[in-house]
């Protein structure tokens, strides 16, 4: 069974800061994807990591895949307020995606 | 162009009520997820469709829930005899091919009392 981990659960951290959120998952797989979730909203796809070594970035955001670590990360720069949301990594394996449990973000002025 | 589409977006229900959960999913997607995510957590795969072929159903809790695509568009989850365990929002996603980008549509939060 596939486990997706993520850390931290939760983070605040203040406008203009930098910071990395954490995604390990337990099983081989070459496509990982980030979203994003405000309250009481729907998913908002981020990235798609298809391949070892693939690195996204949008905006503040930036993403990268090391698939032998069996690791992502998402990195933001100079957060600002707009940022604040619930960030989920998902990994696909046997056909589906199992999501971990998410980090919730809070940018402080 | 539109998204993918859910209704109801709110649905309170009795315990022991049956209640049925409409996706409409992007034109010309294939592929049709229904996943379930609990109050502070991560949503968790139910069903999958390619068309109207249910291929995967692993997912599903019960025999009380059942997923339907008959004509490979429009999907109806459905869940019988419904308990305070099922509150949850769920969420249907659709895309081109199995393999691609997700699309969510906004969620159905059931309540059941």
């Known amino acids: 069974e596939l486990k997706v981990e993520q850390n931290p659960l939760f983070l605040s951290m203040q406008e203009g800061k930098n910071y990395t959120i954490y995604c390990n998952y337990s099983t081989t797989s070459d496509r990982l994807y980030w979203y994003r979730q405000d309250p009481g909203k729907s998913l908002e796809s981020l990235f798609v990591?298809?391949?070892?070594?693939a690195v996204k970035q949008e905006g503040r955001l930036m993403a990268s895949l090391d698939t032998k670590a069996r690791l992502s990360t998402l990195h933001i720069t100079a957060a600002v307020h707009d940022l604040s949301a619930t960030y989920f990594c998902a990994v696909d394996y046997a056909g589906k995606s199992t999501f971990g449990d998410g980090t919730t973000l809070t940018v402080k002025p | 162009g539109a998204g993918v589409s859910q209704s109801p977006r709110y649905k309170v229900a009795k315990r022991g009520q049956d209640v049925a959960l409409r996706c409409d999913p992007i034109s010309g997607h294939v592929s049709l997820f229904w996943y379930q995510q609990a109050l502070g957590q991560g949503p968790e795969f139910l069903t999958y469709f390619q068309n109207e072929a249910q291929l995967d159903k692993s997912g599903l809790p019960s025999d009380r829930f059942f997923a339907e695509r008959p004509e490979g568009s429009v999907s109806t989850l459905k869940i019988q005899r419904t308990q305070q365990e099922d509150s949850a929002v769920y969420l249907c996603a659709s895309s081109r091919v199995r393999d691609y980008e997700q699309y969510f549509g906004p969620g159905t939060r059931l309540t059941v009392t």
């Open positions: 990591l298809l391949s070892n070594g």
